[in-house]
């Protein structure tokens, strides 16, 4: 059974999906492969909602750089091996398409993978955005490239943890 809610962040309103008590989307607003508004089942309190929504926000906090949260994927098996690639990414750190591609044994398959990346369900916590071209150009972006800029900006700042002292 679905259920789904919306919490804001400096991205802009996030729909949170879960399938039974696993997250199954994060779909930003206007995000492009967002499914219909009918799939996501009723709105809802699932307790998931409440872990992603508080790590959500530590994350941008600059207190989390890793999720622990239950996931639910559908997709192919290309797909969901693609986005588990995703999660091996640090964080603050990008990869290429043609690298994954290798990562997985496919290094033919660079443009496959993109189009996987591009459908990938839970963005943010499957950092997508995390995902370069090969030149290090920004390349697409299922929530668009001011968004995948903004996040990959967000974490190459040091943490408030890192932050140089300013005492004298």
């Not at 789904?4 to 492969?33: I, N």
Request: with cysteine; proline share 7%.
């Amino acid at each position: 059974m679905r259920s789904h809610t919306v919490v804001d962040s400096p991205c802009g309103p996030l729909t949170l999906v879960a399938e039974d008590d696993a997250l199954c989307g994060l779909y930003m607003h206007q995000q492009r492969h967002r499914p219909a508004e009918a799939t996501f089942g009723s709105a809802g309190s699932a307790e998931v909602f409440a872990r992603t929504e508080t790590q959500l926000a530590e994350y941008f906090a600059g207190e989390r750089r890793e999720f622990d949260l239950p996931l639910a994927f559908g997709g192919t098996p290309f797909q969901r091996s693609v986005w588990a690639a995703l999660l091996e990414i640090p964080y603050g750190e990008t990869a290429t398409y043609g690298e994954l591609a290798q990562l997985l044994g496919k290094p033919s398959a660079a443009r496959a993978v993109g189009l996987a990346n591009g459908k990938n369900p839970v963005s943010i916590i499957v950092p997508c955005h995390r995902v370069i071209g090969s030149t290090g150009s920004l390349t697409g972006y299922g929530g668009g490239l001011e968004r995948k800029e903004y996040l990959l900006g967000f974490e190459r700042r040091p943490s408030p943890r890192e932050a140089p002292s300013t005492s004298v």
